[in-house]
């Protein structure tokens, strides 16, 4: 079980530096902070999917 709790907090720390990084690139602003942003979802689905490449649980 404990695997799965730092497979969780890896991937809580890579979304977070995801997200840090696409603000600070621009993409994610104060005007679309709300609004759904394909640009957002492609980044994270692309960060959790090499993760489990990486490390598959």
Do not use: C, R
């Not at 979304?15 to 603000?23: D, R």
């Not at 690139?25 to 993760?51: R, S, T």
Request: glycine share 2%; aromatic share 12%; charged share 10%.
């Amino acid at each position: 079980m404990h695997f799965d709790l730092a497979h969780a907090a890896i991937t809580v720390v890579a979304l977070i530096i995801t997200n840090l990084a696409l603000k600070s690139a621009g993409v994610i602003n104060e005007e679309n902070k709300h609004q759904w942003n394909w640009k957002v979802v492609l980044a994270y689905f692309v960060v959790v999917f090499i993760i489990n490449l990486v490390w598959p649980i």
